[in-house]
């Protein structure tokens, strides 16, 4: 398997009977590994990290979460949290094999709950990706803004790639009109975002309500597996003093920093991410 390989597409079933649709890399008989992105994103925000995790050893799933890219959107508009994580459940049972989670932002909060909430999701190791207990509302509100800010999209690609740039202006590689395609979709002669805009409702009602905090800690101190936070060393939703409190607080966690990613660490800075994560997967991987 090399870094460029392409993926293999496919569909699986979440909560309710809802078909969520996913790439897969590696070999079918490889320890496997569930990708899931953050919210507003799709699974191709994983297209370089993929491949390169199936290079060393890993049957790579990266799914789009409901509501996001090509899987299904909830029929009544409801994105509460505990659907996802009943999607991540589904999810790890049909894939089997007590995968390792890596979940960023939404994908994070959605496989702690599901891992630690009953009933438990069956699960090896996870890895939480710029996301923790309490996030700061400030860089909350920030993304959400962004998220809203163009109810009627754009009038093309690089009109779409100009907005992410302005957003995330600390990202100094050029943005690649084409990659972002895929998370945008034909809407007349518009391109919207490739999301449910009725999420935005539950992104906002999510952001720290009361009691959330020590429901994640209390999920995450039950899942029983190691954990592992990834923080974005320029971060505005994780601060590092939660970072810590988070694994102060949880005895299984530990915490990195990848330096001068923002929230999104995965796109910002994807090598330092991976190499971040290898030692964390060599010991998940032996521990099985």
């Known amino acids: 398997m090399t870094a460029g390989a392409a993926p293999r597409t496919r569909s699986f079933v ?15 008989s490889s320890p496997p590994l569930v990708l899931l992105h953050g919210g507003g994103q799709t699974r191709h925000a994983w297209d370089r990290s993929g491949p390169r995790l199936a290079a060393l050893g890993w049957r790579v799933v990266a799914v789009d979460l409901r509501g996001h890219g090509a899987s299904e959107w909830s029929a009544d508009g409801d994105y509460d949290l505990g659907l996802f994580a009943e999607d991540v459940r589904a999810l790890v049972a049909e894939v089997g094999g007590r995968p390792v989670l890596v979940g960023a932002s939404l994908g994070g909060l959605s496989s702690l709950l599901a891992a630690g909430e009953a009933p438990r999701a069956a699960i090896g190791a996870l890895v939480l990706v710029d996301v923790a207990h309490r996030p700061d509302p400030r860089g909350a509100r920030r993304i959400v803004a962004f998220m809203r800010g163009r109810p009627d999209g754009f009038a093309c690609i690089e009109e779409a790639a100009a907005a992410v740039a302005a957003h995330q202006p600390h990202r100094t590689r050029p943005y ?4 972002l395609r895929n998370n945008l979709r034909r809407r007349g002669e518009r391109w919207v975002w490739h999301w449910d805009p009725r999420l935005l409702d539950s992104f906002e009602g999510r952001m720290d309500p009361p009691g959330m905090a020590e429901r994640l800690l209390d999920a995450a101190r039950s ?4 954990i592992l936070l990834v923080r ?7 601060r590092e003093d939660v970072a810590e409190e988070f694994c102060d607080r949880v005895p299984n966690a530990r915490y990195v920093d990848v330096a001068d990613a923002g929230h999104t660490v995965v796109g910002d800075r994807n090598e330092p991410f991976i190499d971040a994560l290898v030692p964390f997967l060599k010991a998940a991987r032996l521990s099985r």
Not at 223 to 226: I, K, L, N
Not at 232 to 238: A, E
């Open 176 to 179: 690649d009109p084409e990659r």
């Open 14 to 28: 979440g909560g309710g009977g809802i078909l969520l649709a996913a790439d897969e890399w590696g070999e079918a």
């Open 232 to 238: 974005g060393g320029i971060s505005d939703v994780v």
């Open 223 to 226: 899942a029983g597996v190691p």
